[in-house]
């Protein structure tokens, strides 16, 4: 079985600031892993994923997601917070079969003018 | 083209009551999911369908809880003689098939139960 853990479920940052929303996965299977963005009162959206390849991947809206086996972490970063980015962050892994996702806590994030 | 869509949006239930929410895929996509995400909490799996396979069942609860696809089209999540403990946003989503493919979100519907 496979589990996803956020540290922080709030972080707030100032306007112009690195946000950094930190991920960890358990996984007896080369995992597969996602973020994704909920705005509020709005479904969840798709930043970026990682299946295989290069372990930087990019997305929209200028994140950025780096797997790291050797941590067993897939931490989100984007170099500059603008106020859009005050959403609620999810981390998520799925294996081969099915292709459900295992979700973490979710980390709500706050943009400071 | 239009995205996942789900009805109601809202809905407010006495405890002990059924409801009935559904889901409409994006068009073509094979596979369809239904999650549930609990206030102040991630979201959880529940089940999912992929073509005319057996649906994974794995994720429901209870046996009050169940789910249905047409083929490849609408899907509806019944829940049975509602509890508190029931109210949360039901999300649902769809892709393209197993794999890997990107799931595609609704906006849920969120489920009160008084």
């Known amino acids: 079985a496979q589990s996803v853990t956020q540290l922080g479920s709030h972080v707030s940052v100032s306007e112009g600031a690195l946000v950094l929303l930190r991920c960890n996965y358990s996984s007896s299977v080369p995992p597969y892993l996602f973020w994704y963005v909920q705005y509020p009162n709005q479904g969840l959206q798709l930043l970026l994923k990682?299946?295989?390849?290069?372990?930087l991947v990019k997305g929209i809206n200028g994140f950025e997601a780096e797997f790291k086996k050797s941590e067993t972490s897939f931490h989100l970063t984007k170099p500059s917070a603008h106020m859009s980015d005050a959403a609620e962050y999810f981390c998520a892994v799925s294996v081969a079969a099915g292709n459900k996702l295992t979700f973490g806590g979710g980390t709500r994030v706050l943009v400071k003018p | 083209g239009a995205g996942v869509s789900q009805s109601p949006s809202n809905k407010v239930t006495e405890k002990g009551k059924d409801v009935e929410l559904r889901c409409d895929p994006i068009s073509g996509h094979t596979a369809l999911y239904w999650y549930r995400q609990r206030l102040g909490q991630g979201l959880e799996f529940l089940i999912y369908?992929?073509?005319?396979?057996?649906?994974?069942k794995s994720g429901l609860p209870s046996d009050r809880f169940s789910a249905e696809r047409t083929g490849e089209s609408v899907s509806t999540l019944t829940i049975q003689r509602t509890q508190q403990e029931d109210s949360a946003v039901y999300l649902c989503a769809s892709s393209q098939g197993l794999g890997h493919y990107e799931q595609y979100f609704g906006p849920g519907t969120r489920l009160t139960v008084t």
């Open positions: 990682y299946t295989t390849g290069a372990t």
């Open positions: 369908f992929q073509g005319n396979s057996a649906p994974d």
